[in-house]
């Protein structure tokens, strides 16, 4: 191993989130639920929703068998809610394919719906501690200063990014080492203010010291309450509020919602729709529910 090495997996032991609840006890299948988690909601959001999660759908065979309503009640609080239908999908499909084993086998990983390369990958390194490198934004962000000194562009990661990532990393360490590039990345090289002085890679860093990023004007958007994105959140609410089985009307959905979001009976009768298309809610002549 490096000194370089040894200084990262040093600093993980010391500074890292090894206690995060996916890394304390691990398993494929708590590697998955934290990935899907993890994918659009803060690690703080994450960690009590996920402990709950575990608890209620212990393996694969306990989520592949629970309704799509009751993943979604359990789903509540992460937002993103079209993550826990393609969740519960993954686990059908391992249950029905693998016999309820989650494979380890790269293509066999691919093959499985809503697993594209960078979970693959996530899954290898920390669910099967499989020399594997998960490109996330902070660890690409990490690698292209120390190895091309210089800032990621947007897009998936280069090929060169992508072999520098399997070259550095020790083997047999994948799970130690991806988690403490993605703990660096997120505490100490971070996008706007990299904090090189204290970094345990800055002796071997191509690009430090890295200056902080000047600060762009804020862009003006709609507040998030306006968006659709809140608007359907707010619907699967008020149905998650339903005993599992029970309907609301479309007219008393909207009555329920008025306080809250500014919608006519028609755009609410429109979200509805698209939530049906994603798999998220079920609509019977003018009555709406959560899947069972």
């Known amino acids: 191993m490096t000194p370089m090495q040894?200084?990262?997996?040093?600093?993980?032991?010391?500074?890292?989130?090894?206690?995060l609840p996916w890394r304390r006890v691990r398993s494929?299948?708590?590697?998955?639920?934290?990935?899907?988690?993890?994918?659009?909601?803060?690690?703080?959001?994450?960690?009590?929703?996920?402990?709950?999660?575990?608890?209620?759908?212990a393996g694969?065979?306990?989520?592949?068998?629970?309704?799509?309503?009751?993943?979604?009640?359990e789903w509540r609080g992460?937002?993103?809610n079209a993550r826990a239908p393609r969740l519960r999908r993954l686990?059908?499909?391992?249950?029905?394919?693998?016999?309820?084993?989650?494979?380890?086998?790269?293509?066999?990983?691919?093959?499985?719906?809503?697993?594209?390369p960078y979970t693959a990958a996530a899954i290898r390194a920390f669910g099967f501690d499989l020399d594997d490198a998960p490109l996330d934004t902070n660890v690409s962000r990490v690698l292209g200063r120390l190895v091309l000194g210089a800032e990621r562009?947007?897009?998936?990661?280069?090929?060169?990014?992508?072999?520098?990532?399997?070259?550095?990393?020790?083997?047999?360490?994948?799970?130690?080492?991806?988690s403490a590039l993605m703990d660096l990345g997120?505490?100490?090289?971070?996008?706007?203010?990299?904090?090189?002085?204290?970094?345990?890679?800055?002796?071997?860093?191509?690009?430090?010291?890295?200056?902080?990023?000047?600060?762009r004007p804020k862009s003006e958007s709609i507040p998030f309450e306006k968006t659709s994105r809140y608007a359907r959140g707010r619907i699967v609410d008020r149905l998650r509020e339903l005993p599992a089985g029970r309907h609301i009307s479309l007219l008393d959905l909207h009555g329920d919602l008025a306080p809250t979001i500014e919608r006519s009976?028609?755009?609410?009768?429109?979200?509805?729709?698209?939530?049906?298309r994603d798999g998220l809610v079920t609509c019977t002549g003018e009555s709406v529910a959560l899947p069972e």
Not at 6 to 19: K, M, P, Q, T, V
Not at 29 to 52: D, G, H, N, W
Not at 60 to 73: E, I, Q, W, Y
Not at 100 to 106: E, I, S
């Open 6 to 19: 040894r200084h990262l997996l040093r600093w993980y032991r010391r500074h890292g989130r090894a206690n």
């Open 28 to 57: 494929p299948y708590r590697t998955v639920v934290s990935e899907s988690m993890l994918a659009q909601t803060q690690v703080e959001r994450v960690i009590p929703k996920f402990e709950s999660f575990v608890e209620r759908f």
């Open 60 to 73: 694969f065979p306990a989520l592949a068998a629970a309704s799509a309503g009751d993943v979604l009640r």
């Open 78 to 80: 992460l937002g993103y």
């Open 91 to 116: 686990a059908r499909a391992v249950v029905e394919n693998h016999a309820g084993v989650l494979p380890n086998d790269r293509d066999a990983l691919l093959a499985l719906p809503g697993i594209g």
């Open 153 to 178: 562009r947007a897009g998936p990661p280069s090929p060169m990014l992508a072999e520098a990532a399997r070259t550095l990393m020790p083997r047999g360490h994948a799970h130690d080492w991806n």
């Open 186 to 215: 997120a505490t100490t090289c971070t996008a706007r203010a990299p904090k090189c002085l204290i970094c345990p890679l800055a002796p071997d860093c191509a690009a430090a010291p890295v200056a902080a990023a000047q600060s």
């Open 265 to 276: 009976l028609d755009e609410v009768r429109g979200l509805v729709q698209a939530l049906v």
